[in-house]
């Protein structure tokens, strides 16, 4: 684990943004506040970053607060959250897990500001992330998912390489209490070399 840690639990940079660890501190707090109080809730529907999970996006410094401080401990273990700049201006989240066991990295969580879609920052990041994985951590595979409905982020997963491992069924409760399928995608290390 100290392996993975070294080479993931500092800020990185990929050719056009820079992937920052935040303090849970009430300034970082407001912060990303700032930048997600005028996005739409239905724009977010498949994120869940809310710390209730009864709604995709938090409504509050004190709600995000309590999401920056339960990352803290959450990835105290095996993971790591980075929050997305782009020209100095906080545009993303990105969450990663390592299970030292399977080697397997896990992206674990993704989202960007509606401003910026469209513009290859989701395959930038995973790129990079995955080149540090396979290149320096020697990962067996590296792991993605998304819910079902969510056709932007299977495109993307799919349009990177990743095989559909299974679905599981009725996985997700959505805030309007319907359930959604969870799918799941891996990258072997062959596959990786393959590309």
């Not at 005028?38 to 209730?52: A, G, L, W």
Request: net charge positive; hydrophobic share 35%; proline share 4%.
């Amino acid at each position: 684990m100290e392996k993975f840690f070294k080479l993931f639990k500092r800020n990185i940079k990929t050719p056009r943004l820079e992937l920052r660890i935040l303090e849970p501190t009430k300034e970082n707090a407001k912060l990303i506040w700032n930048t997600i109080k005028n996005e739409t809730q239905e724009d977010f529907q498949y994120i869940h970053f809310s710390p209730k999970y009864d709604k995709p996006l938090p409504e509050s410094v004190d709600e995000v607060l309590s999401i920056l401080k339960n990352e803290a401990k959450m990835t105290n273990q095996n993971g790591v959250v980075w929050y997305v700049f782009y020209k100095n201006k906080l545009v993303g989240y990105l969450r990663i897990h390592y299970w030292e066991s399977n080697k397997t990295l896990q992206f674990a969580a993704v989202w960007l500001i509606k401003s910026v879609w469209g513009n290859g920052f989701n395959r930038e990041i995973h790129d990079t992330v995955e080149r540090i994985a396979f290149e320096k951590l020697h990962v067996h595979r590296t792991a993605r998912q998304c819910m079902a409905p969510n056709i932007r982020s299977k495109k993307s997963i799919m349009h990177a390489g990743y095989h559909l491992d299974g679905t599981m069924r009725d996985s997700n409760l959505m805030p309007d209490g319907t359930w959604v399928d969870h799918l799941n995608f891996t990258k072997l290390e062959t596959e990786y070399k393959q590309r």
